[in-house]
């Protein structure tokens, strides 16, 4: 069968809904589940021409991540295991918004014609899945867009974001990407980084959002142990998925969330979010209900001091020319920028929201930390960095640490898994625990908020997300607000996740940083059509 008549005949089952226009967002595609059985055949229809193109394997991880359990969506996996190319977005969105399975047919030949890409070739996509109920039958529907290019999917079941992105890095380098590959390498490599230190002598606490991190940091913990570092899991499944728990609502509320109301102050807790790819420290606070949290930016520091300490016991001054950069967004917290910048030395960069843009930044040094705020973030090292390395290892135990360390953090996209053990190294090679690490630096304090507006893309961002060139006269505002605020500084940005403007605002109290935050959601509301009551 031509392939615009194999398309024809299989979409039929998946049509676009009514007045539901797609757009590829920070992450991918987000949406409530119900819409979006279309836009996932067309990924799959979209991932196997990528397959076929590149001659190798791709990757579709069906997760909402952070969102709500009704919520799903779609995050693309490129063959280096790296999130989708940006060249091929406006392929992503052109096959999602096809309005009928001839306009669809179409825009896959289209496709096919301007790569040059002759079906049936080698190659396979990877297709995996969080745990949201609307998870088998999206992966179900991406699995039919694949099989319309002639390939066969490899459906993967239930995998965390970051295993999903590991799995296709390394079959595509032909090295064994089975997940209990995973675990065996993650946990090998810890137990290298830490041999000889002292166990940090107490358990760590992690909320797992109730989501697909559960299962997977149970089945790895079995293996920690040895190396004395012990799990307690909780937020497992008996609740809702991202709901009063995980990274991201510790991040936004600061609260404890469910199941930590008996830790006690001072304990070593972290916390992931739905798919798993990002990870927030904290620990109780005196009093009860909040959280003091330590959050990317503090883990970025933290790993940026873990790989200066390594590249300072280099021998013969291998060390001397290393490139290490930190990369991250506007939302870092300017106590942090203004660590990095005194005490580190380090490259420093700021880019627009999205690991796709950190990562990318990442890759211009030898070693570059690139972690947001919010917690999603790596440590990724150059080829030539880990060459160097390799010749090295054999009579140096820093560059064989380092290479440990390559292997520990996931140099595919950031992973929460592998950054607990990277913390976890980081502090136990120092002797650390929270308090040296939360002595570091005091964060500003900050607030975020989030404005309903009738179109987000009325916002326009520069400069990294750091101003508004529209609508014309929002910048001037919120400059006005900010002037006279003491370290105040707010900046807006539509989200790509979800349906709202993001607000951030920082300052030298939390009352001021709260009022700051108040103020600009006002004029955002007044400035770019809000919708309902003003804030
Ligand atoms: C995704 C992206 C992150 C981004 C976050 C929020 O995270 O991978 O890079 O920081 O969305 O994006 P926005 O502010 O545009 O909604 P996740 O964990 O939801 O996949």
Redesign the pocket.
């Known amino acids: 069968m031509a392939l615009p008549e194999a398309v024809l005949a299989a979409s039929r089952p998946y049509p676009l809904p009514a007045g539901f226009r797609p757009s590829y967002?920070?992450?991918?595609f987000?949406a409530v589940a119900d819409l979006l059985h279309s836009t996932m055949f067309r990924c799959g229809i979209l991932m196997a021409a990528r397959a076929l193109k590149t001659r190798q394997i791709t990757g579709i991880c069906i997760?909402?991540?952070?969102?709500p359990a009704p919520d799903n969506?779609v995050?693309l996996v490129e063959p280096s295991g790296e999130?989708l190319c940006q060249e091929w977005e406006a392929y992503a969105n052109e096959l999602a918004n096809a309005g009928s399975d001839a306009e669809l047919a179409a825009a896959v030949e289209g496709l096919l014609g301007r790569e040059g890409i002759a079906a049936p070739g080698p190659g396979t996509v990877l297709i995996a899945h969080d745990t949201r109920p609307s998870g088998p039958g999206l992966a179900a529907a991406a699995a039919a867009g694949v099989r319309c290019l002639g390939l066969e999917p490899e459906m993967c079941g239930l995998l965390t974001?970051p295993q999903l992105h590991w799995m296709v890095m390394r079959r595509n380098r032909g090295k064994a990407a089975g997940e209990a590959d995973y675990y065996a390498a993650l946990a090998g490599a810890y137990a290298q980084l830490v041999a000889g230190t002292q166990p940090l002598g107490q358990t760590l606490y992690v909320d797992c959002a109730n989501g697909v991190g559960a299962p997977k940091l149970a089945a790895l913990a079995g293996q920690l142990a040895p190396a004395g570092l012990t799990l307690e899991l909780r937020n497992t499944g008996d609740g809702v998925l991202n709901g009063g728990c995980g990274?991201?609502f510790l991040q936004k509320d600061r609260q404890l969330p469910s199941q930590f109301e008996g830790v006690a102050p001072g304990t070593r807790c972290c916390a992931v979010?739905?798919?798993a790819?990002?990870l927030m420290y904290f620990t109780p606070l005196e009093g009860g209900g909040k959280a003091l949290l330590f959050d990317g930016d503090r883990i970025a520091v933290l790993a940026a001091m873990l790989v200066k300490d390594l590249i300072s016991a280099l021998p013969g001054g291998a060390g001397a020319d290393v490139r290490v950069g930190i990369i991250q967004?506007a939302?870092a917290n300017g106590a942090a920028s203004d660590y990095i910048r005194d005490n580190l030395g380090c490259g420093v960069e700021v880019t627009p929201?999205?690991?796709?843009?950190?990562h990318e930044a990442a890759h211009r040094y030898d070693v570059g930390v690139y972690f947001?705020a919010?917690g999603?973030g790596t440590v990724l090292f150059s080829k030539a960095f880990l060459a160097q390395m390799q010749q090295l290892a054999g009579e140096s135990k820093a560059a064989a640490d380092l290479l440990a360390l390559s292997v520990v953090i996931n140099q595919a996209v950031?992973d929460a898994i592998s950054g607990i053990l990277m913390v976890e190294a980081a502090l136990r090679r120092r002797g650390w625990g929270l308090p040296q690490w939360a002595a570091l630096y005091t964060d500003l304090p900050s607030r975020q908020l989030k404005v309903k507006v009738a179109d987000r893309a009325a916002i326009v961002t520069t400069d990294a997300e750091t101003r508004v060139a529209e609508p014309r006269g929002l910048q001037a505002a919120i400059d006005a607000a900010v002037a006279g605020v003491p370290r105040g500084r707010s900046f807006v940005?539509?989200?790509?996740?979800?349906d709202?403007v993001?607000v951030y605002a920082e300052a030298e109290s939390q009352e001021a940083a709260d009022a700051l935050a108040d103020a600009v959601a006002r004029l955002v509301h007044a400035k770019a059509g809000g919708v309902g009551p003003a804030p």
């Not at 967002?25 to 991918?28: E, Q, R």
């Open positions: 967002g920070t992450a991918g987000r997760t909402a991540s952070h969102n969506g995050k999130m974001t990274s991201d979010d739905g798919d790819d990002r967004t939302y929201t999205g690991v796709k843009y950190l947001e919010n999603h950031g940005r539509p989200s790509g996740t979800e709202v993001r």
